[in-house]
């Protein structure tokens, strides 16, 4: 069976579970607390030299990691990754802006606030994340206004890659209330056969 090493508070982790769940492929889950250091030991190391999660490891041994690349493999030849050559590179799009511009100060403002505890203590290294993850989150909204979806008219791994760290902006201090096409766009993904919680455990 498939392992997947995971942290249930990532949201780059619950990209992986969200997909296989709604692929309706069972994996084996196991859970690395990175705040204990447990990606950083050597058994761990042996398995994704990088120390990250998520990681998934396939039953010959071949080990794949980095969220959006684990999500793009299993999507290959399902709905969830489109036909069109156009809305496929469309995907990546997004997809390559969700690592660049969006989890970069998204999901690290959540880290440091749900996470860590440390809003007072960084606030002035907030600011930064703040600012940028506002644009970012701008820039989805334009999107969304005139688009029901980020890659063509279908829900992708695309929308699977940029819902993770929005949905839980809020833990963020990220005020969402100002974005009615992002909120809509979020509805629609949580209504998607197969939607399973962040914070779930248990699949299949």
Known sequence: ???????LPSG?????????????????????NILKGETRTPEFLAINPDGRIPTVQFDDGRTLAQSNAIIFYFAEGTAFLPNDRFERAQALQWMFFEQYSHEPYIAVARFWIHELHKREEWADRLKERWQKGYQALDIMERHLQGHRFFAGDSYSIADISL????????QGDFDLSRYPSIRGWLDRVADQPGHVLITQSVFG
């Open 1 to 7: 069976m498939l392992t997947l090493y995971d942290f």
């Open 12 to 32: 780059n982790g619950y990209k992986v579970r969200l997909l296989l769940s709604q692929l309706d492929i069972p994996f084996k889950l196991v859970e690395k």
């Open 163 to 170: 819902y993770a760290y929005t949905h839980v902006a809020e």
